[in-house]
Nanobody, 124 residues
Framework: QVQLIESGGGLVQAGGSLRLSCAAS????????MGWFRQVPGKEREFVAA????????YYADSVKGRFTISRDSAATTVSLQMNSLKPEDTAVYYC?????????????????WGQGTQVTVSS
């Protein structure tokens, strides 16, 4: 099993920045492909960004490209999401996810382990 614990959510004004972190344990960190998703009530969980354990290849949703940056720290076994130029439409619960599968990692079904979520609210 993989345990994921998110931190860093909160309330920020439009145009501001937040940094989310996710601490992973239970498996060798380099074997994990990591991702961030978000969800608002009544909608499906939406892909935000992902990063592979091997090669650190990154993927982003079009809606966040150029504003969000995903990164990973092997020593700390954490994955972070730096969110800049935040917009009210970025408001959601953000979830950290992990998988050991080497397939496509841009959909919720591609991930096996999930954190509890952290709320991000962007005021206009």
């Amino acid at each position: 099993q993989v345990q994921l614990i998110e931190s860093g959510g909160g309330l920020v004004q439009a145009g501001g920045s937040l940094r989310l972190s996710c601490a992973a344990s239970g498996r060798t960190f380099s074997s994990l492909n990591m991702g961030w998703f978000r969800q608002v009530p009544g909608k499906e969980r939406e892909f935000v960004a992902a990063i592979r354990g091997i090669g650190r290849i990154t993927y982003y949703a079009d809606s966040v490209k150029g504003r969000f940056t995903i990164s990973r720290d092997s020593a700390a076994t954490t994955v972070s999401l730096q969110m800049n130029s935040l917009k009210p439409e970025d408001t959601a619960v953000y979830y950290c996810a992990a998988t050991v599968r080497a397939t496509r990692i841009q959909g919720a079904a591609d991930f096996d382990f999930w954190g509890q979520g952290t709320q991000v609210t962007v005021s206009s």
